[in-house]
């Protein structure tokens, strides 16, 4: 099994809701990301789990809470979103944090594409 | 903090002609990655590249990593359709985590 799943695939929440992204992979890897992708930008990491501890948080708002309740699963939470906070969230997995030199490519999920209104 | 550049923005070819991105980097890297995303996909790893001046091929892609470590490329030999998408690098600055340039967004004339 070489996927990482997201869901859901689309969400519309308003900016008074509480919702949540998952994210599943069963490759064994032990480093999980969550980017946020405006259109025709790249990816831009928010957080980085390795080993289920957050190893970075890119000086993201509190409004987004990342949860890592074991090797496989990974949460976005949200709360009271802003509608900038409209994108594609994608979940990615790789068997090591991206320091080491070898085993770092990542395996995107197919996303979560955000509208907060 | 560390920037990661990537020319052209857009590129537009003929099927049959050969496309090539450069990606720079205002550090050294200690690795640099390739990522391809189709229009409404998700990034796909292509490869990675460690070693100074190193060159790998897959297929009709030829990518290169520069001598200094701050520069790479990746070209496309006779271009096809199925080439369409945006090319991303993502360089590795000795530090926790990639960083993705901008991308070159290719599109293929059939």
């Known amino acids: 099994d070489t996927e990482v799943t997201q869901t859901p695939k689309h969400l519309v929440m308003g900016m008074t809701n509480k919702k949540s992204l998952k994210c599943e992979q069963h490759?064994?890897?032990?480093?999980m990301y969550w980017y946020k992708q405006k259109a025709k930008k790249p990816p831009e990491l928010m957080f980085v789990?390795?080993?289920?501890?957050?190893?970075i948080n890119e000086s993201v708002p509190s409004r987004f809470s990342p949860e890592c309740p074991n090797s496989s699963l990974l949460n976005l939470h949200l709360h009271a979103l802003q509608p900038e906070d409209s994108a594609l969230y994608l979940c990615?997995?790789?068997?090591?944090?991206?320091?080491?030199?070898?085993?770092?490519?990542?395996?995107f999920g197919q996303g979560t594409r955000l509208t907060v209104v | 903090g560390q920037q990661v550049m990537q020319i052209p923005q857009y590129q537009h070819v003929q099927e049959g002609e050969d496309f090539t991105t450069y990606c720079n980097s205002s550090?050294?890297?200690?690795?640099i990655q390739w990522y391809k995303q189709r229009p409404g996909g998700h990034p796909v790893f292509l490869i990675q590249?460690?070693?100074?001046?190193e060159v790998k091929k897959q297929k009709r892609l030829t990518f290169q990593f520069g001598e200094a470590k701050k520069n790479s490329s990746l070209h496309i030999t006779a271009t096809q359709t199925t080439d369409v998408g945006t090319y991303f690098c993502?360089?590795?600055?000795?530090?926790?985590?990639?960083?993705f340039g901008p991308g070159t967004r290719l599109s293929v004339l059939p």
């Open positions: 490759m064994g890897h032990r480093a």
């Open positions: 993502a360089g590795l600055n000795y530090g926790q985590n990639f960083v």
């Open positions: 590249l460690v070693k100074s001046g």
């Open positions: 789990y390795s080993y289920e501890k957050l190893s």
């Open positions: 550090t050294t890297l200690s690795n």
């Open positions: 990615a997995s790789s068997q090591r944090q991206g320091f080491q030199t070898a085993n770092t490519e990542a395996f």
